[in-house]
């Protein structure tokens, strides 16, 4: 059977028809959804975990006690779930064990624009990529049975737009061969240096093995592919670029497609290069294709024409290498930029209101929260990575401690679990007067409402163990743990005030669902009394999307406003009812 | 031929149902499909865009400036933050309800006037759609997707038939009714 699928939908299927057992993750765009899909086969068992390096380590115990299994993360969430890859790579698998990583070129959704191509280098781990739903299916199954042939995790590599677009791709029946056997190999598994130091041996020799797969066998079998029309153009590519080249260029260049990104072949590419007049790689962010043809001796033209940064496209190809340009339409229209704002509703908008009214520096994180940072609120002073603002913050009261009185951490309940739980026990350890303040919106926003350890649901929404933010912080040795409701601006403004003053580090939790939560009940939308307004605009500085000015007073919007209330706190005329 | 099709609009206005929509119906004709969603960050009302491509063989999921055949707008100043990626003779439909964006909401800049006539300035083919109130007329304001679909569908060379059935496999049952009749409105609009 055909069907349109989310390049990410069709990985879950991939894990479903290969007989994956367990899978286990960390939200983060554009990985989610395959997390999410695979929930949805009562033959998988799947999780949302703590923090991608939990995930992996979970996929590993997995794998070895005989399951196929999986784990899946955006690129940074790779970078937390290094530590178990670079040695997983050593002691290989039991069952096939699959890794996806989805990198993130142009930032639609990401703090940096890192290329994990890198990592399987490293890792020195067989990477795929896919370049369409149907190959993320394919690959998918292929890379469980490249995992348990030459022992070893297999990472695949998506990007944004293979992970979220939709095409077609053949569904087949699931394969599930039962639990393998586990026997015990501590040289295996055991990863002491003495056992270690012989594993770095095998391992060697396996990217050998596989390279010499991936110049003939992988050719043979299409994971590789070489197709040849006018010679005049040679493209060397994988993933997406593959298909924008294929839009650009069609039958005027041929084509080696590369799905093995690593180890990548030699011979391969040597006899594709000379057949070709002009050859160029074509990849996105860095020149990874290109480094290891020039290495090999082998001339390409690549980021001398191309660009390091955001994403390729069909166009782009088509200036470059044919010097075409397509006609555009022109408008003089003042385009105002639309960034992403909180949603109407949202209960982060009133934390940053009071945060702001206290003039205190904030160390930001990775949420929904994050977008506390933009205009009129501007309430965050640095974003790094999750869990860095409660870390961070440790770091900025030690440098300054006459700082601690004027600064707080904010970190969503999801982040704070992620790592931001490490931070806190550090500032309790270590003693700064800190003041953390954990945006407690009972799920995990920015990916599109996920479960979390703090939730009390599992991924499949059934009843979980959850775990108290209160006495967590309380456990860990913070004295001053303070609640606040951030629909209450004044309660909001005196807790946290309560929190700076208080003598050694304290923690407030500023607790109210996300209103996009289905099971939120809403107010009816709110009107402005226009013979009461004033025009003073003491509501717009909470930066709510659904007020604006029309004809000189303020209106709300009924289609957006969900009846919160925090701006009617605002009006000293009662002018909004 | 290949056509391609733009979905823009803001986040949170029901653009990625519209797709998924447009997206079944096309392969439901025995067209090659691919289309292109943004999640995340920028859904959080942001600028948000969706390419919905098909043919006899796709190869990009993506369209690009001067590319495409239609663009679907739900609010008119999205239409004209993508008009370069109409083709020359291409077509617009844009929804003549106007959403602030921040920049507005805080006082910075003036929501632009005239932006519909810009639009037909341009040479393109614009056809406007007052889809708030015909929406509410349906039976919610959050019905103006699907009334902008049913106008998107008039433009398209698919059988009635083949979008009501994509329709029903994409709404919820109990919604069902109150989309087919939003769908008609957009429809005949």
């Not at chain 1, 586990?182 to 130091?197: E, F, G, S, T």
Request: net charge negative.
């Amino acid at each position: 059977m055909k069907k349109l699928l989310l390049g990410n939908e069709a990985v879950a299927r991939g894990l479903y028809e290969a007989g994956c057992r367990v899978v286990s993750s960390y939200p983060g765009t554009p990985s989610t959804e395959v997390t999410e899909f695979a929930s949805k086969y009562d033959e998988i068992f799947s999780e949302w975990a703590p923090n991608e390096k939990v995930a992996m380590e979970v996929a590993f115990g997995a794998s070895v006690a005989g399951a196929r299994s999986f784990c899946a993360m955006k690129h940074v969430g790779l970078n937390v779930a290094a530590d178990p890859l670079f040695t997983a790579s050593y002691t290989g698998v039991n069952a096939g064990m699959v890794i996806l990583v989805a990198d993130d070129p142009g930032m639609h959704s990401s703090q940096n624009e890192q290329d994990s191509r890198h990592y399987a280098m490293g890792a020195k781990v067989m990477m795929l990529e896919p370049s369409d739903s149907a190959e993320c299916l394919d690959y998918t199954k292929r890379a469980f049975e490249l995992s348990e042939k030459f022992d070893t995790p297999v990472i695949i590599r998506e990007t944004t737009r293979v992970a979220h677009s939709r095409s077609t791709a053949e569904l087949a029946d699931r394969v599930d061969n039962g639990l393998k056997e586990y026997i015990k190999n501590p040289q295996k598994y055991v990863m002491v240096p003495a056992n270690a130091k012989g594993k770095h041996v095998v391992v060697e020799q396996r990217i050998l093995d596989q390279i010499a797969y991936c110049e003939t066998e992988a050719v043979e079998n299409g994971l590789n592919k070489v197709e040849y029309n006018s010679k005049k153009i040679g493209v060397i590519a994988s993933g997406i670029c593959y298909q924008y080249a294929k839009e650009a260029l069609g039958e005027n260049a041929s084509y080696l497609k590369l799905g093995c990104i690593y180890p990548l072949p030699v011979e391969l590419i040597k006899n594709f290069a000379s057949e070709c007049e002009t050859v160029y790689v074509l990849e996105e962010l860095d020149d990874y294709i290109e480094t290891h043809c020039r290495k090999n001796g082998i001339d390409v033209i690549g980021k001398d024409a191309f660009t390091l940064q955001g994403e390729y496209s069909q166009s782009l190809i088509a200036k470059v290498i044919l010097g075409e340009e397509k006609d555009t339409l022109k408008t003089d229209v003042n385009i105002v930029p639309r960034p992403p704002v909180l949603c109407a509703g949202c209960p982060h908008r009133g934390l940053f209101y009071a945060l702001k009214q206290l003039k205190v520096t904030v160390s930001g994180d990775i949420g929904c929260y994050t977008l506390g940072a933009s205009q009129p609120l501007g309430m965050i002073d640095t974003v790094l990575c999750m869990g860095a603002s409660v870390s961070g913050l440790h770091g900025r009261n030690l440098a300054d401690p006459a700082n601690a009185k004027k600064s707080v951490a904010v970190i969503g309940d999801s982040t704070f679990i992620h790592s931001g739980v490490t931070g806190l026990i550090n500032i309790a350890y270590n003693a700064t007067d800190s003041v953390v303040i954990i945006l407690d919106n009972s799920i995990t926003g920015m990916t599109g409402h996920q479960q979390n350890p703090t939730t009390g649901y599992n991924i499949k929404g059934e009843p979980a163990a959850a775990v108290s933010l209160e006495k967590l912080a309380e456990a860990v040795g913070i004295k001053n743990v303070i609640v606040v409701d951030p629909y209450n601006l004044e309660e909001t403004k005196n807790g946290i005030q309560t929190a700076l003053d208080a003598d050694g580090p304290a923690v407030v939790i500023s607790r109210r669902p996300c209103a996009l939560l289905k099971t939120v009940k809403h107010n009816p939308p709110l009107k402005v009394n226009k013979d009461k307004c004033k025009s003073c605009k003491m509501c717009m500085k909470i930066g709510c999307p659904a007020i604006s000015m029309k004809d000189g007073k303020a209106q709300i919007d009924f289609t957006q406003c969900l009846g919160c209330n925090v701006c009617s706190q605002l009006c000293k005329f009662g002018a909004i009812e | 031929m290949n056509k391609s099709i733009m979905i823009v609009g803001v986040g949170g206005q029901g653009t990625l149902l519209a797709s998924r929509i447009l997206g079944s119906a096309l392969l439901d004709c025995g067209y090659d499909v691919k289309v292109s969603e943004v999640h995340g960050m920028s859904q959080r009302g942001g600028s948000v865009v969706t390419y919905v491509r098909c043919g006899e063989k796709v190869a990009s999921p993506i369209i690009e400036k001067g590319e495409a055949d239609i663009i679907l707008a739900f609010e008119q100043l999205e239409a004209a933050r993508w008009i370069e990626y109409l083709r020359t003779d291409g077509k617009v439909i844009v929804n003549t309800q106007q959403i602030d964006p921040m920049p507005v909401v805080m006082g910075a800049v003036e929501y632009p006037d005239g932006v519909i006539d810009a639009l037909r300035a341009t040479g393109a083919s614009v056809q406007a759609v007052d889809a708030l109130p015909l929406a509410v007329e349906a039976g919610t304001a959050k019905a103006v997707n699907v009334i902008l679909i049913g106008a998107m569908a008039k433009n398209m060379e698919l059988d009635k038939e083949v979008w009501i059935k994509a329709l029903k496999e994409s709404v919820p049952p109990k919604f069902l009714e109150l989309n087919l009749k939003a769908f008609e409105m957009g429809y005949n609009s």
